[in-house]
């Protein structure tokens, strides 16, 4: 197999012949007059780990439910494997849902919290056995099988909520804010958990989330979602580097926004005249823009160099002075204010230990960044 087609094999939408798994067409759904969910258009295909990325009252959970069968749409279709999911009842779907609340039985072990469902389909006790077992060791929860909720840490709960939902082997698993209830650390950690258990098993997983960094380390691909609408659907990378407006790169990590105006427009760079910097800016490339035309330059925080003496290049400098600094261990983020008034946010990684010439806070400094660090915007 060439390079070209293990690409397009480990990345089913870069091939414009696949079949979706989840087709969801101009889907709209409505509380009354409240639209939760305005015509949206998306394709998930299998083995996917799918996020769905958006702020509270984005319309990410209900499209959520739409899915699984708990909301009823308004218009539009969902279609999961090849079958159209109009009336057919969450039951019925050969899908799974795992809630924040995890939802465990209080009065079960853990092993008869995750074989409860497979109880209920009356199936085997020998294969009820075999599943369960082979699940619980799959989450890594062997020494815990006979322990009561209350006994088990917020990870572990959360991983009895992944094996129950995971022993029935459902086709599609939902996945609604999954991490909410964890700390900081145990989160990152359950993530990659998360991750090998999807690559192993190679269910279908579309997670719900607020949290840009779950989104960025968990999907194949996110679908950042505001008033109801998908405004953008990418690989994690191409969200973060290329955002196609202004609300996705500002929701995606941290970054500084210049306005301006169109002062130079050519085949291979545009020059833009910004009040915000108060000085111009140079973009690499060309732009689909007119001169004049009101325009945004997004820069991340990363991309931009600190110095002290004036870097040699003569395009992209601004001059400001330290007004804040957070020291996060393996990184500084510096708060700069420009004489315009407007504040930069920089971040520089700690790669050695601070010396006599470490910028402070009231440092004159010079930021500088290349011009292709910056993304043009115009909505």
């Not at 057919?88 to 799974?96: E, F, G, I, L, S």
């Not at 698993?173 to 993530?191: C, F, I, S, V, Y």
């Not at 579309?206 to 840009?212: G, R």
Request: aromatic fraction near 6%; charged fraction near 25%.
């Amino acid at each position: 197999m060439s390079e070209t087609q293990t690409n397009i094999a480990a990345r089913p939408w870069a091939d414009k012949d696949a079949t979706p798994f989840i087709r969801i067409k101009n889907v709209t759904k409505k509380f009354g007059e409240f639209v939760a969910v305005e015509n949206v258009s998306l394709d998930i295909y299998r083995g996917e780990l799918f996020c769905l990325l958006g702020g509270s009252g984005s319309g990410k959970s209900t499209l959520l439910r739409m899915m699984s069968g708990f909301e009823t749409l308004t218009s539009g279709s969902i279609e999961i494997d090849g079958q159209d999911m109009a009336g057919v009842a969450p039951y019925d779907r050969q899908t799974n849902m795992m809630f924040q609340s995890y939802a465990l039985f209080p009065h079960m072990s853990v092993e008869k919290n995750i074989a409860y469902g497979l109880k209920r389909e009356r199936i085997a006790k020998a294969e009820i056995k075999q599943r369960v077992e082979e699940i619980i060791s799959m989450v890594q929860l062997d020494q815990f099988a006979t322990r009561m909720p209350h006994q088990l840490s917020g990870g572990q709960r959360q991983r009895v909520a992944l094996a129950r939902a995971l022993v029935k082997k459902p086709k599609l698993l939902l996945l609604d804010e999954p991490m909410g209830a964890l700390d900081k650390k145990l989160r990152e950690e359950t993530q990659f958990e998360l991750i090998n258990i999807q690559e192993s098993l190679g269910v279908t997983f579309v997670v719900v989330t607020h949290d840009q960094e779950e989104a960025m380390t968990l999907s194949t691909r996110i679908g950042v979602m505001t008033d109801g609408e998908i405004v953008q659907v990418g690989e994690p990378r191409e969200i973060y580097e290329y955002p196609r407006s202004r609300f996705v790169a500002d929701f995606i990590g941290s970054v500084n926004m210049f306005e301006g105006q169109v002062k130079e427009d050519a085949d291979d760079h545009v020059i833009i005249s910004s009040p915000d910097a108060g000085a111009d800016i140079y973009v690499a490339h060309g732009v689909s823009c007119t001169l004049g035309q009101k325009i945004a330059v997004a820069v991340r925080p990363e991309k931009i160099q600190l110095s002290k003496a004036r870097p040699n290049n003569a395009r992209n400098i601004l001059k400001g002075k330290v007004d804040e600094i957070a020291y996060l261990g393996n990184l500084s983020v510096y708060q700069l204010l420009l004489e315009t008034g407007k504040r930069v946010r920089v971040t520089q990684s700690n790669l050695s230990r601070v010396g006599d010439d470490a910028i402070t806070y009231e440092d004159e400094v010079f930021m500088s960044w290349s011009g292709g660090a910056g993304v043009v915007l115009q909505s």
